[in-house]
């Protein structure tokens, strides 16, 4: 779906660049906005990033041979095949393109970030709205400051509403993020240990992910975890609406029961009104996803059926809590991050099911001097939730192995160094039938654990 009308003349004024190129081109509309020359359609526009490993300069010809309108670049290029717009950094400019397109749309924008869940809650948000609305979402956890504006600048005249995923590890880069987005409606999902090198603690967390608040109107909504006491004490100086399963949240989960991997059912209760629902995806706390997404629903018109329907249109996206039957176990592939948080909410999931329960878990990074006893608190809460083999690997996940054994179960856990030695050992750990859960940092590769797994039998 093409963008609104935006000529090359409105990109350069956008991003204070200078245009240098053929002037009979400035009035020609883009299409489209991409980093990756391998993407290009015809009518796109280029922008050149300079990454640590690749320079998005050196294909900028490349871009113009398949279709590119014009190329944003940061300096001048050698012999282009077509129209530039010279700037002084392309990651700024492509963010001040962003929020300039941002702002030719008036439709709400919800904002979804916090420290565990943001995209499970965005996809859920997404399916409850597209219930009623067509609605743009950010694909896969593009949610960074390259890949915000590039969702931003995918919305399109069709669209109605748009989810939008927001993801930091730094003081100000919310801010960045807020300044782009402006969202009608902020969800925050939880306040946990995630990013602690930069942010410190719990309390740094929250002031950074509060940066986005200054960048809403005076009649836009937070919508909070109320279960989370950093959040229910929280300021934000807009409406704040409350979700959890306590008594004080004002949308609230009641009569909680897992059906094994097939999902969940709860009644919803907000005021005014109870709402069955069941919840297609696996894991006690997926209510916590589907509880704003409620919140959301009502916030911008839909019935009670729209939204029951909505969630029953939820389906989890790569490597976060798919449940795959190999014919062999059970597999739990929610490989693709983790934080103490999050990891405490997938064993607890596993530890729900019938049969031999084990945990394969690796380093969760980024947590500064919190590390080893965060670790350490992980592979105990394994051992008291049940899991009847853990196996460990990574640096620091040693902890996790360690809080394992000190909580008595010395004798179900093994550790490797390596994912190379775990993977030889795994088919003799491995038992027909068992439940698998695998979660690690994303940049443990624990996809290769999960993609050996599948090929068991």
């Not at 300069?57 to 398949?66: E, P, T």
């Not at 696996?282 to 009670?304: K, N, Q, Y």
Request: contains cysteine; negative net charge.
């Amino acid at each position: 779906m093409n963008m609104k009308p935006l000529p090359l003349s409105a990109v350069a004024e956008a991003t204070g660049g200078l245009y240098i190129g053929d002037s009979e081109k400035k009035s020609a509309p883009v299409t489209g906005v991409v980093r990756d020359n391998r993407e290009i359609k015809p009518g796109n526009l280029f922008v050149c990033i300079r990454g640590e490993r690749v320079d998005g300069h050196d294909f900028a010809n490349l871009a113009f041979r398949s279709g590119a309108v014009c190329c944003l670049a940061e300096h001048e290029l050698n012999a282009p095949e077509g129209p530039y717009i010279l700037v002084k950094s392309t990651l700024t400019a492509l963010k001040e393109l962003g929020a300039f397109y941002r702002g030719m749309f008036d439709i709400p924008l919800i904002g979804v970030t916090g420290s565990v869940g943001k995209t499970t809650a965005k996809e859920m948000t997404a399916a409850v709205l597209s219930a009623k609305l067509s609605v743009l979402k950010t694909a896969e956890n593009l949610n960074n400051e390259i890949g915000v504006p590039l969702t931003l600048l995918s919305l399109s005249k069709k669209h109605e509403a748009a989810v939008i995923e927001m993801g930091i590890s730094d003081f100000g880069e919310m801010s960045r993020l807020g300044k782009m987005v402006r969202p009608d409606i902020c969800l925050m999902t939880a306040i946990g240990h995630s990013h602690l090198e930069t942010l410190g603690d719990l309390n740094g967390v929250l002031k950074a992910k509060s940066e986005v608040f200054a960048y809403m109107k005076p009649d836009s909504v937070a919508v909070v975890n109320g279960d989370d006491e950093l959040l229910y004490s929280a300021e934000p100086g807009i409406r704040k609406i409350t979700f959890g399963l306590g008594e004080r949240c004002d949308y609230r989960a009641e009569n909680i029961v897992q059906h094994g991997i097939d999902g969940i059912s709860a009644d919803i209760v907000y005021p005014g009104g109870r709402l069955e629902v069941f919840i297609p995806a696996f894991g006690r706390h997926m209510v916590l996803s589907a509880l704003p997404a409620v919140v959301i629903g009502h916030r911008l018109g839909l019935t009670d059926e729209e939204i029951r329907e909505g969630i029953m249109r939820y389906a989890p996206v790569g490597g976060r809590a798919n449940i795959i039957n190999t014919g062999y176990i059970m597999l739990i592939d929610d490989c693709y991050n983790a934080n103490p948080n999050s990891v405490s909410a997938s064993v607890r999931s596993l530890c729900t099911l019938n049969g031999r329960r084990v945990a394969i878990l690796g380093d969760m990074k980024e947590l500064g001097g919190e590390s080893k006893r965060l670790h350490e608190e992980t592979g105990r809460l394994a051992a008291e939730n049940g899991v009847d083999l853990l196996i460990t690997c990574g640096e620091t996940a040693e902890h996790i192995h360690n809080g394992f054994v000190i909580a008595g179960k010395g004798k179900e856990a093994e550790h490797f160094s390596s994912i190379t030695g775990l993977l030889a050992e795994l088919p003799s750990m491995i038992k027909k039938g068992d439940n698998v859960l695998v979660k690690a940092s994303h940049s443990m590769h624990f996809e290769e654990i999960a993609a050996e797994l599948k090929k068991l039998y």
